[in-house]
């Protein structure tokens, strides 16, 4: 449990720098931790507060009532949000937006919750008073950290504040006099209905969850208030839309619970636009599944959307690395095995398979499948059934098979190295992710998505990324793909200590080449020999920090002990 708070205490400093109040509760609703910007929403201390049942405290008045934390614990239900109004130390009323997200452990048991709420008085006191041409006020609302725009009562834009156009990407001289269409869509939101609605009748209203795209066709997910605006005679001239861009507590859900929804697929290319097509009804469906795409492609992040948009969300995602695992090994950690089945096998263990049931499992590298096993994984796939290792009896599963390769499985059924009959009954429906070299036109949209979702998780300055910076990324061909961008992200967010990223806080390598050949390319770096032995360093110094302990050099590395071993495998690393 101090792990627990240690972690989501970091998160607390984190969310700080945005102003927004962070509260960790135990499985019994103590309170562990507060952050600074709770202290000052709330009015308590941290000292007040920790130790504390929370609902001795805020039921009436931060929980309406009704606790929110059994509800999100549910294992069908996401993290809940809600609006309230509270009546904090100092008898001062405060509107605020709360999001609840309860807190697993590896086995999915409830390790406590977390709340994250921001104040929104001052906004909401603001516009209360806005008039429709008050241009002191509008002054002001271009400041805030909250998108903000006005329409006339045909629908038309009439005012764009800055946060606005950073959140969707549209200039103000791009929009001004222009339908709100342009901006939340003129099908796929109903924003533009409830401002509508708000304008006609002059109620306010409030869209908990909605999205909207961007200028670079990103879907963003938002919360969004509508009210109408009066002159001076009180007539409805107009209306007013606030935006709150929530992509920051959709990563930290992301990091959190390590569920991925369709927010975290990005890209504009045909290629990706088409997948974006297809996704949602592949997914909804039970058809078994096949990635194709080189290393670093995002493979292990689309098997994840997958699984989360589908009705078997609620069940395990589980996944085996089929390239991982010694082939002697594979048989029995994928359909366990029965006591006695070889020496030491002492009880009944059951395999991945069985703790998929219900669920999906994610065989990745698939076509390293051993030919022994892949007979075996045959009569899954078309029985639901198989032996455990040294049993006589069949054991039934209902589970989704979703398999990924970074190899063209149709070639190896023509080298003899992949079953055919096993190829067809997987290829039901398949994905085949573009290697970044193929779609540089979404590299500005995997950096902004990539900077987002660091600060989810850390706390960084950088916003940005300077245009000196951009086009040196623009004309790199990764041949580690979205992995080797994100690697590359991450080093300069380590190296720089402004808002914006310049080119020298990239790895060295790109800051040393020359800007330009003869036909104006930049020249091509081999940054994978140089990430690799870089890794291969610190995984070494790690090991003997550990006297080559390698449950506790993976978890000093944060990764998992199958992967520990391939590396070590793929480097040649041994005692």
Not at 134 to 152: F, S
Not at 424 to 438: A, G, I, Q, S, T
Request: charged share 30%; proline share 3%.
């Amino acid at each position: 449990m101090n792990d627990i708070v240690l972690k989501y205490s970091q998160l607390g400093k984190i969310f700080d720098y945005f102003s927004m109040g962070v509260m960790i509760l135990s499985p019994d609703r103590k309170i562990l931790s507060v952050n600074r910007s709770a202290e000052l929403i709330t009015g308590y201390k941290a000292s007040e507060l920790n130790g504390k049942y929370c609902y001795r405290i805020f039921l009436e008045d931060l929980c309406g009532g009704d606790c929110k934390f059994y509800e999100s614990a549910e294992p069908d239900l996401k993290a809940k949000s809600q609006r309230a109004e509270i009546t904090e130390q100092r008898r001062e009323k405060r509107s605020i937006s709360k999001i609840v997200s309860p807190v697993y452990g590896s086995d999915q048991e409830i390790l406590g919750c977390i709340e994250v709420f921001q104040d929104h008085s001052a906004l909401k006191d603001l516009i209360e008073r806005i008039g429709h041409d008050d241009r002191r006020l509008k002054i002001i609302l271009d400041n805030l950290d909250t998108g903000v725009l006005t329409v006339d009562c045909g629908g038309y834009i009439t005012f764009f504040n800055t946060t606005a156009e950073t959140i969707t990407g549209y200039g103000r001289r791009e929009v001004l006099g222009k339908s709100c269409n342009t901006i939340f869509g003129k099908d796929s939101y109903a924003g533009v209905a409830l401002l509508t609605e708000t304008i006609s009748d002059g109620k306010a209203r409030s869209s908990e969850d909605g999205e909207i795209r961007t200028r670079h066709g990103q879907a963003i997910p938002i919360r969004a208030n509508y009210m109408a605006l009066k002159n001076e005679e009180g007539r409805i001239v107009g209306g007013l839309a606030t935006i709150s861009d929530l992509s920051l507590l959709y990563q930290l859900d992301s990091a959190i619970k390590d569920r991925y929804t369709f927010y975290d697929m990005v890209g504009r290319d045909p290629a990706m636009q088409k997948i974006f097509e297809t996704l949602p009804v592949v997914a909804s469906s039970d058809a078994t599944v096949l990635i194709e795409g080189s290393t670093g492609t995002g493979k292990d992040v689309l098997a994840k959307v997958i699984h989360n948009a589908s009705l078997r969300s609620s069940k395990p995602l589980v996944k085996v690395n089929c390239a991982a695992l010694p082939d002697n090994l594979l048989e029995s950690e994928m359909f366990g095995y029965v006591k006695g089945a070889f020496t030491g096998a002492e009880k009944d263990n059951p395999g991945r398979f069985q703790e998929a049931d219900g669920g999906t499992i994610f065989l990745d590298e698939i076509g390293d499948l051993p030919l022994s096993l892949q007979a075996k994984l045959l009569r899954v796939l078309e029985d639901k059934e198989f032996y455990p290792l040294g049993s006589r009896k069949t054991t039934k599963v209902d589970v989704r098979i979703i398999t990924a390769t970074n190899q063209l499985l149709e070639r190896l059924v023509k080298e003899k190295r992949f079953r055919a009959d096993l190829y067809y009954r997987l290829n039901v429906m398949r994905f085949e992710l573009p290697p970044l070299k193929d779609r540089k036109g979404d590299i500005p949209l995997l950096v902004s998505h990539i900077l987002k979702r660091f600060s989810a998780t850390r706390v960084t300055r950088a916003e940005k990324l300077s245009e000196d910076a951009m086009e040196v990324l623009l004309n790199y061909d990764y041949p580690g793909n979205i992995r080797e961008l994100e690697n590359i992200i991450e080093h300069a967010l380590i190296v720089c200590q402004g808002k914006i990223i310049e080119r020298k806080h990239l790895p060295v390598p790109f800051q040393e080449i020359t800007r330009y050949q003869e036909d104006n390319k930049l020249e091509q770096l081999d940054l994978d020999q140089e990430i690799e032995a870089s890794e291969k360093k610190v995984i070494e110094a790690t090991l003997k920090k550990h006297h080559w302990d390698r449950t506790k050099t993976a978890k000093a590395l944060n990764i998992n002990r199958t992967t520990l071993w391939r590396k070590m495998k793929k480097y040649s690393i041994s005692l």
